[in-house]
């Protein structure tokens, strides 16, 4: 009988016979508990012994790794108190000094006649060569050709030998591991067998092997995810009615509300809008509840597209929310939806003209009590059309008449629970998520597995590309400010963003306040300047925004406010001051503020680029100004862990798989847990690969996902 995981899963790792006590406390402290959690502590590395580098040959200067024996070694005590250890390693072609610093022990851990793994930059100290606090990771009496390297294991002082010991030990207990992927499938992907690869991962007969093992692992770590996620869909999809809205005209005739939004607009859509509108009013006319996600570059015109939805659920006389993730998106939000909606009415026949104004509300944590008290009534009776705010729209007491549409402004900051608590005020309305970047395919695939994709892949005509310069130094600096001058001297207007400030709002307000006096002494004496930021009064932050949109302020000193919604096409140039503080989306989304009308424009980062990251980052900005592709360097530069977060659960569970790497191997899964879930929806076949679900979520999603 071959094992399931999830008894490897229950076993702990104490029924080892070679883990003691001591072992189960250092194998806790790195997050290992069961048997399972122990196999799929991969290794890091894995050092070829046949590749190695032989210490008579070692260069000054290169980073190298050699496999030697320790011939002597002592501590002392330097003059500044500092511990000195010193080791003389001999790998049978020369010797080399490895020296470290307070690290004492390492006498102890490495006693004369161990042998080891040193990885280091190789330096000269009196004219020998040697290594300053090289990596160590004991060898043994390994034997392989190819040795594993474990991640952190010097820090719970557990050696890889050790592991290799007790993995050793759990790969025999295991013995051969149930497979859940079809064989017709393995073939055709061209997968190894799971036992296989799970040994060769470990104790790999060749680099290629351990490569082909690897590959095994990371499908099924995204092979679950995915079928986990398509099970998700489908159960929300079977489990709710939801509302089936009216998309043409009414009944009686009337011109749809949505029509008449989008002809009155002083523009034609993209064929990318239009696109994006059909589809999601055919999932609004249909049976059951819309999941979809819509993404797009910066100014590609998604909060079109989120109206044109809400418009649906209005014109079908229920209500639509707008939920952002912050007040001064929201209150940003609020501006713009008021903004394209001015005008339209909605039929009433209890009025003379019978038609009223549409009615948009904000709701966010600062609307005063007494206000709140009359938007929340007038939600309750239907008044409100459309209701903008931030997750202050989760709480309780909020009450719709009839929530039809729900659009979400996620950023990353929105939980699946947060999800199902806005879906939970109505009967299932339909949920429309927006980001306000483009992320990678792979990763929309992973992080909003259980959601339908739209993707606004055209910009509006007339859009030039921004010119972008990362200004490095003082005198680059001063290139900046001289161009604002002359832009503005042409007729045109400019931004400065001021520096972001992570811990509060408040100093952050400060801080603007502050640049914006300075600069108008100093660099900017002389124009006429603005200042905007988050905790002005709303009426404030509109009159000044009214100054800056009419043109009698040339120059917008602002916070990350302008983040969204700010659309002046006029403005021409942009000032980020300390740029290397922004991440890449959020830079890209401040740099969408330019760039609107058919004059060049520019934006000028300012920062020094603290850290190789940093510089990465601000290199990025100035090489191009597509969304998509900018997505696809972040995820390099910060990893997965940051998409995936909080939200994603089963995250753990992706230890070998990258969605930077293995693009194919997520579309692979994706593929295979469609067609597999689409046949079988309760999986009942597939016995197996339930089980290994039901190890990624807890008992009361199992039951909901795996009800027939
Ligand atoms: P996003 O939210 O995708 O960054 P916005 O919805 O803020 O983009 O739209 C950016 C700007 O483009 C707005 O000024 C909007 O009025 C304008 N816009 C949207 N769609 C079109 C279009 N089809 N043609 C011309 N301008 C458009
Ligand atoms: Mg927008």
Known sequence: MATPLRKLAALPVSELNRVGPKAVESLGALEITSVLDLLTHYPRR?????????????????????????????????????????????????????????????????????????????????????????????????????????????KAEVSSRDLSVWIAEALRRAGELVDPLPDRWRDRLNLQDRTWAMHQIHLPDSIDAKDAARRRLAFDELFRLQAMLVMRKRAVERESKGIRH????????????????????????????????????????????????????????????????????????????????????????????????????????????????????LLTNRTPASARVKILDALRAGHVDILVGTHALLVEHVEFSSLGVVVIDEQHRFGVEQRAALRGKGEDPDVLVMTAT???????????????????????????PVKTVWSRGPIEEQGAWTRVREEVEA????????????????????????????????????????????????????????????????????????EVGVDVPNATVMVIEDAERFGIAQLHQLRGRVGRGAAVSWCFLLGSGSTPEAEARLEAMEQSTDGFYLAEVDLELRGEGTILGTRQKGRNDLKLASLRRDKDLVSDARDVATQLVAADPALAGHPDLADEIRLLIDDEEAEFLFKS
């Open 491 to 562: 007729g045109h207007q400019a931004y400065v963003v001021c520096p972001l400030v992570e811990e509060s709002e408040k100093i952050q307000a400060r801080s603007a306040t502050d640049e914006f006096e300075r600069l108008g002494a100093a660099e900017l004496a002389g124009l006429r300047l603005g200042l905007l930021h988050g905790q002005m009064p709303g009426r404030e932050k509109e009159e000044v925004m009214g100054a800056f949109r009419r043109g009698e302020l040339q120059v917008l000193v602002a916070t990350t406010v302008i």
């Open 438 to 464: 483009p992320i990678p395919r792979t990763a929309a695939m992973t992080v909003y597995g259980d959601l339908d994709l739209t993707t606004l892949d055209e910009l509006p005509p007339g859009r030039t």
């Open 46 to 154: 894995w050092h070829d012994r046949t590749r190695q580098a032989s210490i008579r040959e070692l260069r000054v200067g290169e980073e190298a790794v050699v496999v030697a024996t320790v011939r002597k070694a002592s501590a002392r005590r330097a003059r500044n108190g500092r511990s000195i250890a010193e080791l003389t390693v001999f790998d049978g072609t020369s010797y080399l000094t490895c020296t470290f610093f307070n690290q004492a022990w390492r006498v102890k851990q490495l006693p004369v006649g161990t042998e080891a793994i040193f990885f280091g930059k190789v330096d000269v100290y009196r004219g020998r060569r040697q290594m300053t606090n090289p990596l160590v990771d004991r060898v043994g009496d390994q034997t392989g050709r190819i040795i594993p390297i474990y991640p952190q294991s010097e």
């Open 246 to 361: 009216v998309v043409g005209p009414s009944p009686e005739g009337a011109p749809a509300l949505l029509d008449h939004f989008v002809t009155g607009l002083p523009f034609a859509l993209t064929g990318a809008q239009r696109k994006a509108i059909d589809e999601i009013c055919a999932d609004l006319a249909g049976p059951h509840p819309m999941h979809r996600l819509l993404q797009g570059d910066v100014g590609a015109g998604k909060t079109l597209v989120a109206v044109a939805a809400l418009l649906v659920a209005v014109q079908g006389g229920h209500q639509g929310a707008l939920m952002a993730p912050t007040e001064v998106l929201a209150e940003q939000h609020h501006l713009s939806v008021r903004d394209v909606l001015a005008g339209l009415e909605i039929p009433d026949p209890g009025t003379l003209m019978g038609g009223r104004p549409l009615r948009i509300e």
